[in-house]
């Protein structure tokens, strides 16, 4: 078995059942998949081991991402100034039902290389645009080979029909051939010998579900069959919007799932501002912390789409898992950085605005450190996937899903006095040297090793273009924006 030694870094971490960060001096081996060891001055073991001088580096547990759309990066550009409710009729309805199998290809291969330079080593991709079956098996392909770790969440729904006319036809012709292809993709792992639900070593099948939280409480029928299906193939997480405010007629989701028996430890919530919505209810915290199911917290997505206030730190104050995520790539940044960043400030703005209308004091020191937002993006998104005895931390036994960062010569890092604040607040993509998933380098000494950027971003560039002449003109998508709105009951601003 080869192995790599990584030697003299300063480690940040955090480990499991342990409040505490810590920052140290040590070498990290590995073996095959595996992190074996962690100590200070260790002597390479005999036979095939890679040395790696890690001198003037952090050594990092690689990032995990609980919500993504991976397949947006082909529409990077036009959709940053958008609200939910034009996101909801300007893509979600009109363009996103016409990309084609290869655009969402290679807009997932293109997502997936972007996640890895930015050192995110594991994401929960919401895979929203299966519109043919020839289209997961396209996004599956190009995950795989990005070699990123991928919980690829299925996404059982029919497009948006035109004009929002839903018909038991329209829905029906979709679900038939999506549950077969649901069953097909989960008993593949099975005939490969990696188990139900394994599309390869690091790619698992998901299922992403919606439907649920505008189902007829006494019609759930085929919300159970489909929930059972997935749970009977290994299929986790079982990941689901829950926004709040009046553009989504805010429901009580966790309450749902609950209610409807299928609430369970593999169900993860996506932003979950609704459980800080004006009429949330108290219960539901308790169902997420009595079933284990977590949460997917995407703070810069959620304040600019006007979801609501994040809830990563209520969730972390309350118990409840809880992870970070990107959410889409064409509206928000790409980066996990970003995303702790805007989740420790905004929450810190927050505590500092109660205090000050309270008390009319100012706080004298931070509730929250730069550390805790660490935590959030890699061992908190492990806890939310159930993989904490796996991944999220430098430990032996853990997998080898590990980022080196470059201190001593960056731009940005170089004097930083406190890893964790340097790490949340000064790096960014540039400064992420190396990424190693399951043992394995996929970015080298600042480049990308399983597929080259340059041979990708012709095609990236030309899905765009393809996906951009097909939007429909200005004056038509407003005037079908604002017919939607009126019939949603939303203002048009």
Known sequence: MSAILLKGGLVLTFKNNDPTPHAFKADVLIKGDTIVEVAPDLTAPHGSCEIVDCTGKWVTPGQIDTHRHVWMS??????????LTEY??????????????????????????????????????????INTPEHAPAMIAATIKSGIRSKFCYGRAAPIPAGFQFTPEHAEKYRSWQVK?????????????????????????????DALSQADPKNLGEHQEIIKLARKHGLSPITTHYVGGPVTKYSHNVKIWADAGLL???????????????????????????????IGATPEDELGMAHGNPVAYEAVKRGVRVGLGCDCVSIQSADLFTQMRVALQWQRGHDHAILASSSGTAPLYHKYSSASAFRLATLGGAEALHLEHKLGTIEPGKLADI???????????????????GYVFWTKGEDVTDVMINGEWVKRDGALTKVKWGDVVGDLRKAIKGVEDRRASPAEEKMIYEATCKQMGCAVQ
């Open 74 to 83: 082909i529409m990077r550009g036009q959709q940053a100034d958008w609200l």
């Open 88 to 129: 909801l009729v300007k893509m979600t309805a009109t363009q996103s039902p016409h990309v084609t199998a290869s655009e969402a290809s290679i807009g997932t291969l293109a997502g997936c290389l972007e996640a890895i330079h930015h050192g995110v080593t594991c994401v929960v991709d919401h895979a929203h645009c």
């Open 181 to 209: 292809q649901i069953t097909e993709l989960a008993e593949q792992g099975v005939q490969s010998g990696l188990g139900a639900g394994r599309l390869s070593d690091r790619v698992d099948l998901g299922l992403a579900y």
């Open 264 to 294: 369970d430890k593999d169900v993860l919530f996506s932003h979950a501002n609704g459980l800080t919505h004006k009429d949330a209810v108290e219960e539901e915290w308790d169902l997420l912390l009595k079933t284990g199911a977590s």
């Open 403 to 421: 980022v080196v960062i470059s201190v001593d010569d960056s731009i940005n890092l170089a004097g930083t006095i406190d890893p964790f604040q």
